[in-house]
């Protein structure tokens, strides 16, 4: 086996991390340790993580700035002027973290969200923790850190008052950034007690009273971003968008299959080009999620190191390079499917073969999906400064602590001599949970004087993705006399990058099981081997998987004359002690059963249509969320779809900003809409065919569903992301709708296929 396809299993590991707590999604709880400090006259204040360690190196600042003062370990801010300054410590990638961050802690603080201001925190995991976004895990990670450091600062405000007053500090009231006695008729804003505040010792947090639900005045509530203003007015915020003094700018070119090497390549014809400052080629380490082999082109601006790019005649050695074929892999995974189950089952409930004899009815069904890529719209960068020792980034990474480990290990340096800025991101959906393009600039940023930013085309974006995997599930399924589902059978033909272990993303769901409660069970899987690097594509393991297998709950329904929801209810609902959740999963039969209800109550299960219209529903249980979607749609005589309206409903515990969350499931249904209408990687010789929009087509804005309704089951849960549990119930109620309204059964996306389009 090629040693770049073992390399895989590095990524993979950590990638199966990061999807096992998006799905249990535990809040972190924080010892006692933490510290204040005064900064200027103002109250700064922070918690560290158990068993953190403070750094001891100085971060050295921008560019331009004279400063060398070491990062604050700080989440709140408390300024005279009665400003609040909150620090939120994971990336932006347009999921509105930084919103829901800071209104955490400004709810506990009980701040005048009108004089709160949302920074980015400095990169540092010693201090922030984990400080990563994927999986839909920020909010559920930092939920118990940021409440108690903002109950924190309001009880070291309140503590100031009663010591300046001489008063009971029981007696104190807060409310936006004011304190006050009533008794005595005092009161006094929070910035006119942040040096008094700053000098008194940090509570206890297991001392913290937190706010219950009912005193909520923010959480639940909509309200704008609070980089809306800087958005629409064009300021910068992003990686691309990053300007130092002197910087160059640099094109990196690899080879289109991954695994080659540079045999030859004309640098120095390339060097003479007009604005090309150097080229050279670098070797790399063999690693796709960290350098691959290339060419780098230093240039005077972006333009001049793309156009002497296209000049570029590279002789690749492709002797351990991908030679796969997305349309070959397709038919070998209908062989497997058309042989013997495999010999070792991943699930065996019951007896399978015994429900199948004895079944009032079988069916049996295949159904694929093709690889898809995750088409940012801000193609990979990042800016990188080799100075004084340091390795300086700035970078829309997903992964910044994992980034700046990499970084280190790959130009051999301690990670404190790796300094990483973070940017907002114009995109992720899990292609930036790899840190490739860092790696990239910073090695490049070693051979050059002065800044310079790495830029990716979108072709490179394409060309050298991390996939969504294709996947191919042969079903088999039984109801009883009675209608209800009794057997189950799987076989998941997917991919392996080390020969042994499914694919990172690729593998099963760990909780789909429960989406179809049989009480006969039996799933395998078949691995085939793929170079070509595969990745996490939003709701990794769930946005396809779903897709087949509630398709196949709703044939199962109709071959068991049954209402399609009065089905799904009663194999959620149905107690099979072989799949009882463990103690890690917020799984809940009861909180299923509640969302399809919802949902289908909200879409007017039942009612009549007209001809060509057709209503389809679907559920998961996908990131710790449990969501159910219905959509009406039509379909005309030329296959083309109209969504007329689609219906969600979610329970995702404590909704933090109720704008930003409908705005994610939303989102979700248009990005899953257009991924299952059309969107498809081809793979020829190791190659991605498509390198542009023009040939792997995004839903586009008139096409888009009219409607989409967003309903929350209000609960006193801890909350859960919102980035995910919204996509995966959307192929497959659509599909249903599609039954519903042409009676053709859909079991591959993209649904373009069979010639459906908008």
């Not at 009533?182 to 910035?191: F, I, P, Q």
């Not at 910073?442 to 310079?452: D, E, H, L, S, T």
Request: proline share 6%; hydrophobic share 45%; with cysteine.
């Amino acid at each position: 086996m090629s040693s770049t396809v073992s390399k895989f299993a590095e990524a993979d590991a950590y990638i199966r991390e990061v999807m096992q707590a998006a799905q249990s999604a535990k809040a972190l709880p924080l010892d006692r340790r933490g510290f204040l400090k005064l900064a200027g006259a103002g109250l700064v204040l922070g918690f560290y993580l158990p068993g953190s360690a403070r750094a001891d190196a100085e971060t050295p600042q921008a560019a331009g700035t004279a400063s060398q003062a070491p990062v604050i370990n700080a989440f709140v801010r408390v300024d005279p002027d009665n400003t609040i300054t909150v620090y939120s410590k994971a990336p932006e990638i347009g999921q509105g973290i930084k919103t829901a961050l800071g209104l955490i802690i400004a709810e506990e603080m009980d701040a005048d969200w009108s004089r709160t201001v949302v920074e980015q925190a400095p990169i540092d995991g010693k201090v922030y923790g984990y400080q990563g976004a994927g999986g839909s895990t920020t909010i559920p990670r930092a939920w118990d850190q940021l409440r108690q450091a903002g109950a924190a600062a309001k009880a070291m405000l309140i503590a100031a008052a009663a010591q300046q007053w001489g008063v009971n500090p029981a007696e104190i009231t807060a409310r936006d950034s004011v304190l006050t006695h009533t008794a005595s008729g005092k009161s006094a804003t929070y910035g006119a007690l942040a040096t008094a505040a700053a000098k008194l010792p940090t509570p206890d947090p297991a001392t913290l009273k937190l706010k219950t639900r009912e005193q909520y005045r923010l959480l639940g509530q909509r309200f704008r971003g609070v980089d809306d203003h800087k958005l629409v007015t064009g300021q910068p915020l992003f990686g691309i968008d990053v300007r130092l003094p002197g910087m160059v700018y640099a094109a990196y070119a690899k080879c289109p299959s991954t695994g080659g090497k540079v045999k030859s390549a004309n640098v120095d014809e390339i060097k003479a080009q007009p604005n090309v400052l150097d080229a050279f080629i670098i070797e790399g380490n063999g690693k796709p999620t960290e350098l691959m082999p290339g060419i780098a082109i230093i240039a005077r601006n972006t333009w001049a190191a793309f156009e002497a790019r296209d000049k570029l005649d590279v002789i690749w050695d492709e002797s351990g390079a991908a030679k796969e074929s997305s349309r070959e892999l397709a038919a070998r995974a209908k062989q497997h499917a058309a042989g013997p189950f495999p010999a070792k089952a991943d699930s065996n409930i019951g007896d399978v073969d015994r429900a199948f004899a004895s079944a009032a009815k079988t069916i049996e069904a295949y159904y694929e999906y093709p690889f898809v890529a995750h088409a940012n719209m801000e193609p990979q960068n990042t800016t990188a400064w080799w100075h004084d020792g340091v390795m300086e980034l700035w970078a829309p990474t997903q992964q910044p602590n994992r980034g700046q480990t990499l970084v280190a290990g790959v130009l051999g340096l301690p990670e404190n001599k790796v300094v990483v800025h973070q940017t907002r991101v114009g995109n992720g959906f899990g292609r930036r949970l790899m840190n490739d393009y860092m790696c990239e600039a910073a090695v490049i940023a070693r051979r050059v004087k002065g800044p310079v930013k790495l830029q990716w085309s979108r072709a490179d974006d394409f060309a050298h993705d991390f996939l969504r995997p294709a996947g191919y599930h042969q079903l088999k399924g039984a109801v009883d006399k009675k209608g209800r589902l009794d057997a189950w059978q799987e076989h998941f033909i997917t991919f392996t990058a080390d020969g042994q272990n499914p694919s990172a993303s690729a593998g099963y769901s760990r909780f789909i099981a429960y989406a179809c409660k049989a009480p006969n069970l039996r799933r395998g899987q078949t691995l085939v081997n793929l170079q070509v690097p595969t990745g996490p594509w939003r709701a990794p393991g769930c946005n396809a998987q779903y897709f087949a297998q509630q398709c196949f709950m709703h044939e199962l329904a109709l071959a068991a004359g049954r209402d399609h929801v009065e089905f799904l209810l009663d194999a959620v609902r149905r107690e099979v002690p072989e799949l009882a959740p463990p103690k890690d999963s917020n799984f809940d039969p009861a909180r299923a059963a509640g969302v399809i209800k919802l949902c289908a109550e909200k879409a007017g299960w039942g009612k009549t249509l007209p001809k060509g219209r057709g209503l389809g529903l679907a559920w998961c249980y996908a990131h710790a969320g449990h969501v159910a979607q219905a959509v009406e749609l039509s379909v005309d005589a030329n296959k083309r779809i109209t969504i007329h309206r689609v219906v969600v409903a979610a329970d995702v515990g404590q909704v933090v900003e109720r704008a930003g969350a409908e705005s994610q499931a939303q989102g979700a249904c248009v990005d899953a809409f257009s991924m299952a209408l059309a969107q498809q990687i081809n793979i020829e010789n190791g190659r991605v065919r498509e390198q542009n929009f023009g040939a792997y087509p995004i839903l586009r804005m008139p096409f888009a569903p009219a409607i989409v309704e967003v309903y929350f089951v209000e609960s006193n849960f801890p909350p859960t992301g919102m980035g995910e549990p919204a996509l995966p119930a959307m192929a497959p109620a659509v599909a249903n709708a599609i039954f519903a309204a042409t009676g053709e059964r859909v079991r591959a996306m993209p649904f373009s296929r069979l010639g459906y389009r908008v």
